[in-house]
């Protein structure tokens, strides 16, 4: 088959170069992810030995289809049953593939190798937000700050605020503002200093820990660069700084950088993404081709015509503007009510219209919001009309207390001394080491400036504990030395099941949970656990311990999973417009437009152009979820402290219908559009 076939003229453009800096700027529902696996399988067509290729994107599961993709389209090229080739890895598989992951598994699998020479062990632990939570307690107990002057919450969201752009404690020091900032700042160094003592990072340092490895050790930027002769990066527009530089460093020398994303798609400056880079990527790369993919095969003409004459207003943008492929459709409508429960009220009643007389499907329908107090009245109307929903944001399965209390069992058993973790687990079942015992064991830690686990090893500082404590750490130490004995020379799925007999797990859930259907769920939990331990023992190549802890802890930073899982569901789907990115729905309603929702509140008081610019494209975003109708609606007033305030039709709305010159003709006129 050749290489460029089905595909556009644009597409083929960016599928057969080959060679040097190339900038895809693809717009929303063009097919950027047929380019992307097009390319590298052309890539391999042409040669390219398939293991000298890196694929990076941002979710798992972009990833994860990244390869399967690859996989089927080389398939001409190798013999075999179909989608064998490029699928992830399996053990007895030995035929080469390309990398494609996402950046935190590639910083992941860098520092695995690499980790001794910034000080921390190779198996290191990744701690997640729970973790994280738990340490900056102890460090804001220990600067005896006062219960209100910073909150841990806080604390981490300043301190993860200055890793994504590349500010180590030394800097954030001089950089502080704010009274709350410099509280931070102290912490900033007590909490990385902690990190490090218990072999731990958290995710953002996945990221600053590998630019600080590539920037200190040339030796090792070096090596790892010259395992790739080709790098792509996916979803360019959301990189932040650390990504930048890292893959800066790995594209330097051979120059064959591919980046593929949409300015006008860029919605996570909150979160470290820098849209200068993609629209600088000139600039860096003078001799860069760029490939512009312009024609949308998602929504109908007049809903391009309304997303593009919103983002025009963006000054700061790669000239371009989608192309309807499909017929013109219906005109989006813009419906304005007297208040936000007639506001809702309305929107669920075209709904149920929708799917008792038009027999549209719930799961063909979603209600998009900006921001996540502003479903609530719409889940009351929902419920009230019986219509099914699902709503994005529900607790992740590894934020059970079962599942926590087991990964942190692993956790601990990989790198004893991680206490964040032995200390959530070292009395649950309860051992004898009550909370008395562990205080005491702790101040000794910290007066030797050791690990807990450390002084719990030595028997003099032992000696005057209670028998039953002194028998409960040695339960725990022979939990430990069976449960990794087990993982190393039989399974995983061993070493569970002999981690759950040993600690009498199952007993501990009938102590707590009374009703049958509790304890039933929290085991199912459990069996999940070793269901998700098998999938990753049978997939991985050399499965140990410290491997199924980086595959859980990545998993539980996105929400790709959870997507998968209500999209089974045939229910009306309620998502932020954050959220709803990647997503697209036969019918869309937009809801809350006004100043103060979109663009948020925040973005208005700031009065920066950069702020409005983002919540713009948010709003874009929003707007090409939608294939065939589009409904955007406002309230006129919305209640604030219990009583109704006026609001401002969003200055967006102005945007989209030519009438930015003259906002108050809008609010004047009145009724729908």
């Not at 860069?288 to 007049?302: E, M, P």
């Not at 309603?589 to 948020?600: A, C, K, N, Y």
Request: charged share 30%; aromatic share 6%; with cysteine.
């Amino acid at each position: 088959m050749n290489a460029t076939h089905g595909l556009n003229g644009p597409q083929a453009e960016a599928v057969a170069t080959l060679r040097g800096p190339l900038l895809v700027l693809a717009g929303a529902g063009t097919g950027k992810t047929r380019v992307v696996t097009f390319r590298i399988a052309n890539l391999i067509r042409n040669g390219i030995a398939p293991d000298r290729i890196l694929a990076v994107t941002f979710t798992n599961k972009a990833a994860g289809e990244m390869q399967e993709r690859v996989g089927e389209l080389i398939q001409s090229r190798r013999s075999g049953p179909k989608g064998r080739v490029l699928k992830r890895s399996r053990r007895g598989d030995d035929s080469p593939k390309p990398t494609i992951s996402t950046f935190h598994s590639q910083c992941v699998r860098i520092l695995r190798e690499h980790a001794r020479a910034l000080g921390y062990p190779k198996k290191f632990s990744i701690y997640d937000r729970s973790d994280q939570e738990s340490l900056a307690r102890t460090v804001l107990r220990e600067l005896k700050l006062p219960g209100t002057a910073l909150k841990p919450s806080d604390m981490l969201a300043i301190i993860s605020s200055w890793k994504n752009e590349s500010i180590l404690p030394d800097r954030a020091v001089y950089l502080a503002g704010t009274d709350r900032e410099h509280f931070a700042a102290a912490a900033y160094r007590r909490y990385q200093n902690a990190l490090k003592l218990q072999g731990a990072m958290d995710f953002d340092d996945l990221l600053l820990q590998t630019e600080q490895l590539f920037e200190e050790h040339s030796e090792i930027r070096d090596q790892e660069a010259a395992k790739y002769d080709h790098v792509l990066v996916d979803e360019y527009q959301d990189t932040n700084g650390s990504q930048y530089r890292i893959t800066r460093h790995l594209t330097e020398k051979h120059r064959n950088f591919c980046v593929v994303g949409d300015d006008d798609q860029s919605i996570y400056a909150w979160r470290g993404a820098d849209v200068t880079h993609i629209l600088n990527f000139k600039n860096d790369w003078p001799d860069a081709k760029v490939v512009y993919l312009q024609d949308n095969y998602r929504s109908t003409a007049a809903i391009l015509e309304m997303a593009n004459r919103l983002i025009a207003y963006n000054t700061i943008r790669h000239d371009k503007r989608l192309i309807a492929s499909r017929p013109p459709g219906k005109r989006p409508r813009i419906e304005q009510y007297k208040d936000e429960i007639t506001e809702s009220k309305s929107v669920v009643a075209q709904i149920t219209q929708l799917i008792d007389n038009e027999h549209v499907q719930p799961r063909d329908i979603a209600i998009l919001f900006r921001t996540n107090e502003q479903p609530r009245l719409f889940e009351t109307e929902l419920r009230k009309a019986k219509v099914p929903y699902v709503m994005l944001g529900s607790q992740s399965f590894f934020d059970r207390k079962e599942i926590r209390d087991l990964i942190s069992y692993l956790k601990w058993i990989e790198q004893p001394s991680d206490e964040v973790s032995l200390l959530r687990v070292i009395n649950t079942p309860p051992r004898g080491l009550g909370s008395k015992t562990v205080k005491t064991l702790i101040g000794r830690a910290v007066e030797r400036g050791v690990p807990v686990w450390e002084v719990m090893q030595d028997p003099s500082a032992l000696t005057d504990l209670p028998v039953a404590a002194r028998k409960g750490i040695s339960q725990l130490a022979e939990v430990a030395s069976n449960v990794r004995q087990r993982a190393e020379n039989e399974s995983l799925t061993d070493a569970m099941r002999t981690l759950l007999d040993q600690t009498a797990y199952a007993d501990e859930i009938s102590r707590n949970y009374e009703k049958t259907e509790e304890r039933e769920a929290r085991m199912s939990s459990i069996e999940e656990m070793i269901n998700a331990i098998g999938a990753y023992q049978d997939g991985a190549t050399k499965p140990d311990i410290t491997g199924f802890l980086s595959e859980i802890a990545l998993a539980g930073r996105e929400m790709g999973n959870e997507k998968d899982k209500l999209a089974q569901q045939n229910a009306v789907w309620l998502l932020t417009m954050h959220a709803a990115k990647g997503l697209e729905f036969p019918y869309v309603f937009m809801v809350g437009l006004e100043d103060g929702i979109l663009p948020h509140s925040r973005s208005v008081k700031s009065g920066e152009e950069n702020d409005i610019a983002e919540e713009r494209r948010l709003c874009y975003v929003g707007i090409t979820r939608a294939q065939e109708i589009l409904t955007l609606s406002l309230a006129l007033t919305r209640r604030k402290w219990g009583k109704p305030r006026p609001t401002t039709p969003s200055r967006f709305l102005y945007e989209i219908t030519g009438k930015a010159d003259n906002p108050n003709q809008y609010r004047k006129k009145g009724g729908n559009r």
